[in-house]
Nanobody, 126 residues
Framework: VQLQASGGGLVQPGGSMRLSCAASGSTFSTLDDYAIAWFRQAPGKEREWVSSMDRRDGTTNYARSVTGRFTMSRDKAKNTVYLQMISLRPEDTAVYYC?????????????????WGQGTLVTVSS
């Protein structure tokens, strides 16, 4: 399974950005079979959980720091997961990673995910 994250870049505080995570691979079948999550790692800090999606019904949960500003969604026809971010703050600056696991239903723990995208850098600065 390969995960390709994209959509990062430079944005001003208060701005918006949408990240994408496209899943593919010879063993990949459908997003229904995978728990998906977004994590991020800011410079000099540990990786932290951002959001997760329950693979059964697409229910999402978010870290307190992004609740109300970030929205995770999926397009099963495109095998792609999105992270829509609004009202961005300088503290949202980080490399954002998508992760997937076939044996999980839902998790916010990074060590439980087997597949990781390469990361996409989001910089929030004026």
């Amino acid at each position: 399974v390969q995960l390709q994250a994209s959509g990062g870049g430079l944005v001003q505080p208060g701005g918006s950005m949408r990240l994408s995570c496209a899943a593919s691979g010879s063993t990949f079948s459908t997003l229904d079979d995978y728990a998906i999550a977004w994590f991020r790692q800011a410079p000099g800090k540990e990786r932290e959980w951002v959001s997760s999606m329950d693979r059964r019904d697409g229910t999402t949960n978010y870290a307190r720091s992004v609740t109300g500003r970030f929205t995770m969604s999926r397009d099963k026809a495109k095998n792609t997961v999105y992270l829509q971010m609004i009202s961005l703050r300088p503290e949202d600056t980080a490399v954002y990673y998508c992760a997937a696991d076939r044996y999980l239903i839902y998790s916010s723990e990074s060590y439980e995910y087997d597949y990781w995208g390469q990361g996409t850098l989001v910089t929030v600065s004026s």
